[in-house]
């Protein structure tokens, strides 16, 4: 269950309290833990390509080519997002995410072995797996190390995500272990035009659906009926009369008052509050459609918003639209944009403790690497296609917290004649309104001003003749200018 990079950092510091770190070969755990759950059997899903866009094979041949180039004979992935990517399949057996656990090894020719559950791939789906990915026996997987082993081969291993018991396997059995990145997690993260193509138009019904939330919550959100888990089921059931839903992308952060200010706030039956009046209410939800993946956070004012309310709700807006506007030279990664998110917040002693994004999948994981943007440095430079998170924030322990996120989609730049470098910029892939009344219009620029109304303006263009009349007034007055 530990990495080779993990237990690297255990021998450290056990070594330094005077312990000495042991290898089992079985989980302790397991031999007292009696009825202990089953293993997930969710079926397979072999995607269709009108979502994926390129097939198993060419993604095959090109992690191929990456491994000819450094000399190496196969790669093992563990990694379940990598596995999906690789040979366009899905599962459900992690919950809000669609993926199949098993272990696969990649060899030279592009031939891939699927170590899994047999029971979770029906013959109508095994029939349908693309061309050169042969199903094996999950049990079966020591034995494909072995032959791995036995051929003197030189295998790819991920040390930050295999478990040492794979490398240790490896090396008893005759192969020669070459730590390094999984390769599929680079170009799993640059989307290609399908891909982008699907997301945004998932982002279209995504945003649909949160803009009627939005509009609903408007109506209700003062009566003193809704509460922070019926306003999440209401948001859920609009998401799900989307096309291609799948489900959530995670489970929904649905905080009011103090509870807002709890950053992976969840409700239970004993923290569910009830909006009240002159209080700030924060929702961060995403869903899972065959065409992409989304994830977004709005913060309302339910009744009327003090002074401080707007002025740090304006500040984290000042500090999103600052990186949705950002123009930037290949190359940068994202550690290097994060100051852009939290100046307007340091200028009056404020910050906020998270990352400020993270990069999303398709139709996988909502939190996607290898890219980032946070203060934690990172070397991994944004690419043209890869999609992440814009959502700077800020959080008054008890009282409320604030939170505006978006996804972006890292592009290419366009200059005028003359310019010298390549560069980079983000297009804004939510479609949403933010709430004007939590807005301090004097702490806007004129640029800002103009970043803001033009969003809006967008969002009315795209989701206004598909409301009813009564959210479509709504969304008309939200969306006016500043």
Not at 40 to 62: C, D, N, T, Y
């Amino acid at each position: 269950l530990h990495t080779p990079d993990g237990v690297k950092r255990l021998i450290t510091a056990i070594q330094e309290s005077g312990g000495t770190l042991v290898g089992v070969t079985q989980n302790p755990i397991d031999q007292i833990w009696i009825n202990q759950p089953a293993h997930p059997l969710a079926p397979l899903q072999v995607m269709e390509q009108e979502f994926v866009g390129q097939s198993s094979i060419e993604k095959r041949q090109k992690i191929v080519g990456m491994l000819s180039e450094m000399g190496h004979d196969a790669v093992v992935l563990t990694a379940p997002e990598s596995i999906a990517w690789l040979t366009n399949i899905r599962g459900g057996d992690v919950p809000y995410t669609p993926l199949c656990l098993a272990f696969g090894i990649l060899y030279q020719d592009g031939r891939f072995e699927l170590f899994i559950d047999k029971r979770k791939v029906p013959a109508n789906v095994a029939s349908r797996l693309p061309e050169g990915v042969e199903l094996r026996d999950r049990d079966s997987f020591d034995q494909g190390l072995d032959a791995l082993g036995n051929s003197a081969a030189t295998v790819r291993l991920d040390p930050t995500s295999a478990a040492a018991a794979i490398s240790s396997r490896l090396t008893s059995s005759g192969a020669t272990v070459q730590h390094g990145d999984d390769p599929c997690v680079l170009p799993k993260a640059c989307k290609n035009q399908t891909e982008l193509d699907g997301i945004r138009a998932a982002h279209v019904r995504d945003g649909l659906a949160l803009t009627r939330f939005l509009a609903w919550l408007s109506r209700e959100g003062t009566s003193g009926n809704v509460s922070e888990k019926s306003a999440a089921d209401q948001l859920e059931a609009l998401r799900r009369e989307g096309e291609n839903i799948r489900g959530l992308s995670f489970p929904t952060i649905s905080g009011t008052g103090p509870n807002g200010a709890i950053v992976h706030y969840r409700v239970t039956e004993q923290t569910n509050r009830t909006l009240a009046q002159n209080n700030l209410y924060l929702v961060d939800s995403g869903g899972q459609y065959l065409d992409g993946t989304t994830d977004v956070t709005r913060t309302i004012a339910i009744g009327t918003p003090t002074p401080e309310m707007k002025d740090r709700f304006t500040r984290v807006l000042k500090g999103h639209i600052a990186l949705a506007t950002a123009i930037f030279p290949l190359g940068t990664c994202g550690s290097q944009l994060d100051t852009l998110a939290r100046t307007a917040l340091w200028k009056v002693g404020l910050d906020y403790e998270h990352g400020t994004g993270h990069g999303v999948g398709h139709y996988l994981s909502v939190h996607e690497g290898p890219h980032r943007i946070s203060k934690m440095p990172n070397g991994v430079a944004l690419k043209p296609g890869m999609i992440i998170s814009n959502e700077p924030g800020y959080y008054k322990p008890g009282a409320f917290g604030i939170r505006i996120e978006n996804l972006v989609t890292v592009q290419q730049a366009s200059l005028p004649v003359g310019s010298e470098r390549n560069m980079l910029c983000f297009e804004t892939l939510t479609l949403a309104p933010i709430d004007a009344n939590l807005i301090a219009v004097d702490l806007l620029n004129n640029p800002e001003r103009d970043w803001l109304n033009r969003y809006h303006a967008q969002v009315f263009e795209v989701h206004g003749a598909k409301l009813n009349d009564a959210d479509r007034e709504w969304l008309s007055a939200v969306t006016a200018p500043l």
